[in-house]
């Protein structure tokens, strides 16, 4: 079974401050992995996917994230925190046997970033 | 171009009761998937539709069932309400013969169920 690990349930950075946020995976195959950020009252946005290309993958809003297989993570970090950025990130994980379409996601327990001024 | 459109986004019902939450997909997608989003958690697989059947289910009990329609719409009943069911049901839509690596689901604001 796969499961995803997001250590910290809340991060809290300073506005111009790197943003870290760790994700941890557990699969028996190559997983397809994902970055989806919810803010309140919404539903869940596709920031970034790893789908077996790039290691590095870059997403919207100026978020990216590495997959490191030998570790097992896919943390997702952005350069500078802006106060837009202020919600919860999900990290997620899917087998990629039905393709990135059809298959059901194993979702972490989010993060909450609060960004200060 | 609409997104997924889910309703009611908001509803009450106490312990016991019954509830149908709706689901139309994005414009050109033909496959719906259900999650629930308990408070402070993530969002957990319900189960999956396409062509008008039941593809995948995760680990819920038989309370929750659905359908999709010939028009991919799709529908979430949940029968015996307990106190637990309380959460954000979300829906996500797909294009399920876009395949490999470019699939993508697409979420709607979710059904916020309170029961009492």
């Known amino acids: 079974a796969q499961s995803v690990t997001q250590l910290g349930s809340h991060v809290s950075v300073s506005e111009g401050a790197l943003v870290l946020l760790r994700c941890n995976y557990s699969s028996s195959v190559p997983p397809y992995l994902f970055w989806y950020v919810q803010y309140p009252n919404q539903g869940l946005q596709l920031l970034l996917k790893?789908?077996?290309?790039?290691?590095l993958v870059k997403g919207i809003n100026g978020f990216e994230a590495e997959f490191k297989k030998s570790e097992t993570s896919f943390h997702l970090t952005k350069p500078s925190a802006h106060m837009s950025d202020a919600a919860e990130y999900f990290c997620a994980v899917s087998d990629p046997g039905l393709g990135a379409a059809g298959n059901k996601l194993t979702f972490g327990g989010g993060t909450r970033v609060l960004v200060k001024p | 171009d609409a997104g997924v459109t889910q309703s009611p986004t908001h509803l009450i019902k106490t312990r016991g009761q019954q509830v149908t939450l709706r689901c139309s997909p994005k414009?050109?997608?033909?496959?719906v998937s259900w999650y629930q989003q308990a408070l402070g958690q993530g969002p957990q697989f319900i189960f999956q539709y396409y062509e008008e059947e039941e593809r995948q289910r995760g680990n819920f009990p038989d309370r929750f069932s659905g359908h999709q329609f010939p028009n991919y719409s799709s529908e979430l009943n949940v029968n015996a309400l307990l106190l637990g069911d309380s959460a954000l049901y979300l829906c996500?839509?797909?294009?399920?013969?876009?395949?490999?690596?470019?699939?993508?689901?697409?979420f709607g604001e979710g059904s916020r169920l309170t029961v009492l």
């Open positions: 414009s050109g997608h033909d496959t």
């Open positions: 790893y789908t077996s290309a790039a290691t």
């Open positions: 996500a839509s797909s294009l399920l013969g876009s395949g490999g690596a470019s699939g993508e689901l697409f």
